[in-house]
């Protein structure tokens, strides 16, 4: 069964403040890794698809990496409107995605 | 607006009684799927449309839960004699296919 763990649960940073995110997984069959990001009360919003190890994806703060294991989203300098719950999923040959629980990120001015 | 959209956005409904929400996808993505996410924790899946072929349901899904896409447009999700363990954020995605999928604002149900 397909499994992804993200880490830490919680993260509280300052602004300006650098820092990662991680989300292992044990998949079969992975086609590609997705980040989101989920404000309260709404649907996630689509940031990243990484499909290979070695792989990087940037936007604005945010870049993504993906080893055989695990993938990285890095917060550069971050801003309270960063504050979210960042998600990663797996899709696989199954043609589904599987989810984390999420990191929720809060950035205090 | 060519996102995807679901109604309604919420739901309060009494025990036992029928609630159905829709979905509609992103015009050409020809992928459809209903996720359910709880407090904390990550979206669940629970089916998915390719067109009009419904082609996995999870098996967590109890018998109480159907889902149709008629012509592979839009889509419906039922829940049958509700029970408050029900209660959640039903998310609806599209997609083309193998690639990332789309969120709507989601469905909140409130069983009581």
């Known amino acids: 069964e397909d499994q992804v763990t993200q880490s830490p649960e919680a993260l509280r940073l300052q602004e300006g403040e650098s820092s990662s995110l991680n989300c292992s997984y044990t998949?079969?069959?992975?086609?590609?890794l997705f980040w989101y990001r989920q404000d309260p009360g709404k649907g996630p919003e689509f940031l990243f698809t990484?499909?290979?190890a070695g792989e990087e994806k940037e936007k604005e703060r945010l870049k993504a990496t993906l080893t055989k294991k695990e993938s990285f989203l890095h917060i550069t300098a971050p801003k309270p409107e960063d504050s979210a719950t960042y998600l990663c999923?797996?899709?696989?040959?199954?043609?589904?995605?599987?989810f984390g629980d999420g990191t929720t990120l809060t950035v205090k001015p | 607006d060519t996102g995807v959209s679901q109604d309604p956005r919420h739901k309060i409904t009494k025990r036992g009684q029928n609630v159905t929400f829709r979905c509609d996808p992103i015009?050409?993505?020809?992928?459809l799927y209903w996720y359910r996410q709880t407090l904390g924790q990550g979206p669940e899946f629970l089916t998915y449309?390719?067109?009009?072929?419904?082609?996995?349901k999870s098996r967590l899904l109890s018998d109480r839960f159907s889902a149709e896409r008629p012509k592979g447009s839009f889509s419906t999700l039922e829940i049958q004699r509700t029970e408050q363990g029900d209660s959640a954020m039903y998310l609806c995605?599209?997609?083309?296919?193998?690639?990332?999928?789309?969120f709507g604002q989601g469905t909140r149900l409130t069983v009581v």
């Open positions: 995605a599209s997609s083309l296919e193998n690639l990332e999928a789309f």
């Open positions: 998949v079969s069959g992975l086609r590609g």
């Open positions: 990484l499909y290979s």
């Open positions: 999923a797996v899709y696989t040959n199954a043609g589904k995605s599987t």
């Open positions: 015009s050409e993505h020809n992928r």
């Open positions: 449309f390719q067109n009009e072929a419904q082609l996995e």
